[in-house]
């Protein structure tokens, strides 16, 4: 099938496969709904190291890639041949990761001899909203915040986007799982960040950091003054108020994430913003993006917190809207290989 047939192609069906970190997923869309969506989690493995084994999660990707894609076209209720096209995330992210599910569904696109669309993971991240939300239309602002990127977009079609600003140093994901480790919370630092704050009080002083642009972040120097913050209390023999922390540090990052949203939508004349991304999952950043909004009579939209994180139901969606409204350029050839880091949108 041409790209041309695959745009007119009536209830078009997508396979798509994620494996860009330490989850294998796998989800099918018909005509931009999801009929089936499977996750399967490396993050028990990974746990007992602390972070994300570049080695050891793709072993598993390995294992896992061929059950996970027959557990989605089975609860689905179709079979690979049904596919129009498939679809895989081929970067940014972990590259012995990504190369298992590029080189998986390469070999299923050329075996059944059907089209292959790549996915870049943070658009990926970004069409989530459309699922949650279908009738979010562009032009608005997209708020990344995910483990390995942070950075305010303009989403100035479905596939055209302007990047306004992002992270100097870490990635906010980056940063709560660093700040769980000092408050020796397991990984991933996220979820344990959240669940610990909420019995906190922001007593703890987190200085905002000063960056040249209003979009542009830095968490590094927010993670060491809570490092700081933790070795000057050890010193003293004081013991640190882990929940005053991770509440302190939340609220401080909400803000600032929040504060270059709502800018950008007022400077570019936008009335929506979106959250993408992992650590969009979390329930305070969520609460202050919505508060803002509606002060300023903009809407907040969110993907489901199950895919803010890691998950093949965004990338089919991409790979949808690629297809839909995209010119071609997403179509990988023989010879589509993963990267390890591509621009960001
Ligand atoms: O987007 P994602 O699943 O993977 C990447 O593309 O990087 O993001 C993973 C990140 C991790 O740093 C994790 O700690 C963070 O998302 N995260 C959260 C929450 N759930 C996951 N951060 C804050 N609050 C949460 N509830
Ligand atoms: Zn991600």
């Not at 009929?35 to 993050?43: E, M």
């Not at 996970?68 to 689905?76: F, H, N, P, R």
């Not at 979106?274 to 969110?302: M, P, S, W, Y």
Request: charged content about 20%; proline content about 4%; glycine content about 8%.
């Amino acid at each position: 099938m041409t790209f041309a047939e695959l745009k007119e192609k009536k209830d078009l069906l997508i396979v798509a496969l994620e494996s860009s970190c330490d989850e294998t997923a796998c989800a099918v869309l018909k005509d931009g709904k999801i009929l089936s969506s499977v996750i399967s989690s490396q993050i028990d493995i990974h746990k007992e190291y602390g972070g994300v084994v570049p080695e050891i999660a793709s072993r598993n990707h390995v294992i896992n890639v061929e059950p996970v894609v027959e557990e989605a076209l089975k609860k689905a209720g179709v079979t690979a041949s049904d596919a129009d096209c498939f679809a895989v995330t081929y970067g940014a992210g972990l590259l012995g990761a990504l190369l298992v599910g590029v080189s998986y569904m390469k070999g299923l696109a050329f075996a059944l001899n059907k089209p292959l669309i790549k996915v870049n993971h943070i658009r990926g991240h970004i069409a989530a909203n459309y699922i949650a939300d279908p009738s979010l239309t562009p032009p608005y602002i997209g708020l990344i915040v995910s483990g390995g990127h942070t950075a305010v977009v303009k989403v100035d079609s479905y596939t055209s986007f302007t990047y306004l600003g992002g992270t100097m140093d870490d990635a906010v994901g980056e940063a709560f799982d660093k700040v769980a480790r000092v408050l020796s919370l397991p990984y991933p630092g996220g979820p344990e960040i959240e669940k610990a704050a909420k019995g906190g009080v922001r007593t703890v002083y987190i200085p905002e950091p000063k960056t040249g642009s209003p979009y542009d972040f830095s968490f590094s120097g927010i993670k060491t003054s809570v490092i700081n913050y933790a070795h000057t209390a050890a010193q003293r023999g004081e013991e640190i108020n882990k929940a005053d922390v991770a509440c302190s540090f939340q609220s401080a990052v909400a803000e600032m994430l929040v504060k270059a949203a709502v800018r950008a939508a007022k400077e570019y004349g936008l009335k929506d913003i979106a959250l993408a991304g992992g650590v969009g999952a979390n329930g305070e950043i969520r609460r202050v993006l919505t508060e803002a909004c509606a002060k300023r009579d903009l809407r907040a939209h969110f993907p489901t917190k199950e895919t803010c994180t890691d998950n093949a139901a965004m990338i089919a969606m991409e790979a949808y809207l690629q297809v839909r409204y995209g010119d071609g350029s997403a179509l990988a050839g023989e010879e589509l290989d993963a990267r390890a880091s591509i621009p960001l949108v």
